[in-house]
C-alpha cells in the first residue's frame, strides 16, 4: 500500500503565509508520480489546488494562482506546497494527492484556518 502524510497545517492571519508537506511511503515510484494537493472546505466540493507531473511542471487552481507555489523533492518522496497572501477563503482541510498508473491514493489531510 502507498501512504501519504501530510504536515504543516495550522493557523495563520490573513496575509500571512504557511508551508505544507506530504511525504510518500509504500509501494510507490515516487520520481514518475504525478502529485497534488486538493482541498476541501465546510459546505463546499473538494476542489483541486495545485498539481505537479513527474517533469515538475505545475498548474494551479484558479482562485490560488499567484499565491501558492507547488514543488517536489524526488529523493526525499514529498511534495510541498508553499501558500503566500493567505485569505479566509484558504480556510480549509488540504488533502495530497498521488496518481500512481494502479490507484489514485489520498492522504488524512492537514487543517489549515485563516483568520484573524
Known amino acids: 500500500q502507498v501512504q501519504l502524510v501530510e504536515s504543516g497545517g495550522g493557523l495563520v492571519q490573513p496575509g500571512g503565509s504557511l508551508s505544507l508537506s506530504c511525504t510518500a511511503s509504500g509501494t510507490i515510484f515516487f520520481s514518475i508520480t504525478p502529485m497534488a494537493w486538493y482541498r476541501q472546505a465546510p459546505g463546499k466540493q473538494r476542489e483541486l489546488v495545485a498539481q505537479i507531473s513527474v517533469l515538475s511542471n505545475t498548474k494551479y487552481g484558479d482562485s490560488v494562482k499567484g499565491r501558492f507555489t507547488i514543488s517536489r523533492d524526488n529523493a526525499k518522496k514529498s511534495v510541498y506546497l508553499q501558500m503566500n497572501s493567505l485569505k479566509p477563503d484558504d480556510t480549509a482541510v488540504y488533502y495530497c494527492?498521488?496518481?500512481?498508473?494502479?490507484?489514485?491514493?489520498w492522504g488524512q489531510g492537514t487543517e489549515v484556518t485563516v483568520s484573524s
Open positions: 494527492n498521488a496518481h500512481t498508473r494502479e490507484a489514485v491514493f
